[in-house]
């Protein structure tokens, strides 16, 4: 399985933005459907955004559209969440993940992931 390790968490206040960056161990990286979901306290792991393997297609939960920008860049073998605009709702702790193989961006969710992040955590404060 896929490595990755996500950094850039931190806390903010609303309105402030932060750079989540998800760096994975092979270049493998490149064929797979990835994305980004988040976990807040005493609620289920959800999806956030996702991007196909070659970049051109991007996904996004509707709470995060148009605040939230997700890339990739398979050379680097990374793959970021530029977020802006934050809100206290968005507090959370947040995981990269790659789908299973024949998963597309379009379809991700929890069921169809096959390598986790350890997560990295956001606080957005008022």
């Known amino acids: 399985q896929v490595q990755l390790v996500e950094s850039g968490g931190g806390l903010v206040q609303v309105g402030g933005s932060l750079r989540l960056s998800c760096a994975a161990s092979r270049r493998t990286l490149s064929i797979y459907a990835v994305g980004w979901f988040r976990q807040a306290p005493g609620k289920e792991r959800e999806f956030v955004a996702s991007i196909n393997w070659s970049g051109t297609n991007t996904y996004y939960a509707t709470s995060v559209k148009g605040r939230f920008t997700i890339s990739r860049d398979n050379a680097k073998n990374t793959v970021s969440l530029q977020m802006n605009s934050l809100k206290p709702d968005d507090t959370a702790v947040y995981y990269c993940?790659?789908?299973?193989?024949?998963?597309?961006?379009?379809?991700?969710?929890?069921?169809?992931?096959?390598?986790w992040g350890q997560g990295t955590q956001v606080t957005v404060s008022s």
């Open positions: 993940a790659e789908g299973a193989p024949g998963t597309t961006a379009a379809f991700m969710r929890v069921t169809t992931i096959t390598s």
